[in-house]
């Protein structure tokens, strides 16, 4: 896995949640001296009457193309006079995470940030949400911003060691964000009493390896519950960002109460870096995402 963060695209809908994930992006961005690339999707949907008369459509479709282009190009030059820093504007008129996939290849990135609400109710996690699809289904690493979170470095990582999948690509990424923000490591080894032998081996492992590079701490923990007890470690040390494995979004998918993620998005507000291996994970049929967050109608 590359050991830098060249390429950066947000998806947004112009709201506030993607605002204050806009200005993190830009600080990383900044910090890792990458591209950053802003897109908008534009739905392009069809009305008929009854009478077989198209109600609304490509003239309908082309003004919203527009209006966003004008947006877009908006929040660029803000960007630019804010933080003296250029991003790149795309408009798509596919479903958000098709528009992602698509970008992931062809401008080749490498992390997808996403703003979220934030905490949940189970009515509106069930129904779903364009941040939760994307999380699944981006072909590369995602980051999940709340709304609620207005830092912008991640100088206090939190690394969770309760899978012993993809734990080197976490390994790579934490380090290369403890380089770029000048901040240190909490490595936390969390298992249940069947897999605490298991476990704990990876945790030593890491904690090892982590420190010949990084300053550490370290902590081990033993639960059922590895969300709640990730939550409390991450509000307790004030963390900055939590390292996540794509093993561990595998198995997340269930819709029931004790949901994973469920819980990890309304336990703490900080944000969740899902490390994925690039294309590792193309579907040739992505679903197609009715959004909640992301793909909304321009406002104005």
């Known amino acids: 896995m590359s050991t830098t963060i060249k390429t950066i695209l947000l998806p947004t809908d112009f709201s506030n949640k993607s605002k204050n994930a806009l200005k993190l992006a830009v600080k990383m961005a900044q910090r890792h001296n990458a591209k950053l690339i802003v897109t908008h999707m534009v739905h392009t949907y069809f009305l ?8 609304i459509g490509s003239q309908t479709i082309q003004e919203n193309i527009d209006r966003a282009n004008e947006k877009v190009r908006a929040l660029a030059i803000e960007l630019k006079e804010k933080y003296n820093f250029d ?4 408009i798509s008129n596919q479903s958000i995470v098709d528009g992602i996939n698509e970008l992931v ?3 080749n990135i490498d992390l997808v940030i996403v703003g ?3 905490r949940q109710k189970m009515k509106e996690f069930i129904l779903g949400s364009n941040s939760y699809n994307v999380l699944l289904h981006a072909n590369c690493s ?10 912008t470095t991640f100088k206090k990582i939190l690394f969770p060691v309760r899978v012993q999948n993809e734990l080197d690509q976490k390994a790579t990424l934490s380090l290369l964000l403890a380089k770029k923000n000048k901040g240190g490591i909490n490595i936390l080894g969390v298992g249940d009493p069947d897999r605490m032998v298991s476990v704990r081996t990876s945790f030593l492992e890491m904690k090892r390896e982590l420190a010949k590079s990084v300053d ?4 081990f923990k033993l639960s059922h519950d590895n969300a709640q007890i990730i939550s409390e470690v991450a509000n307790s040390k004030e963390s900055d960002i939590i390292m996540l494995a794509d093993y561990d979004e ?6 029931l ?6 819980k990890m998005i309304n336990n703490t507000d900080v944000p969740l870096f899902i490390v994925k291996s690039k294309l590792n994970k193309i579907k040739n049929n992505p679903e197609e995402m009715t959004g909640y967050d992301l793909t909304l109608p321009i406002p104005g």
């Not at 991003?87 to 795309?90: A, D, G, I, L, Y």
């Not at 995602?142 to 830092?151: C, E, G, M």
């Not at 550490?216 to 902590?219: F, N, Y």
């Open 250 to 255: 595998d198995i997340w998918k269930s819709f």
């Open 216 to 219: 550490c701490i370290s902590e």
């Open 142 to 151: 995602v980051l999940l911003v709340p709304q609620t979170f207005k830092r």
């Open 48 to 55: 008929i009457d009854r009478g077989g008369k198209q109600v």
């Open 87 to 90: 991003v790149e504007t795309k």
């Open 257 to 262: 109460s004790d949901n994973f993620f469920k």
């Open 105 to 107: 290849v062809t401008d």
């Open 116 to 118: 979220t609400s934030g």
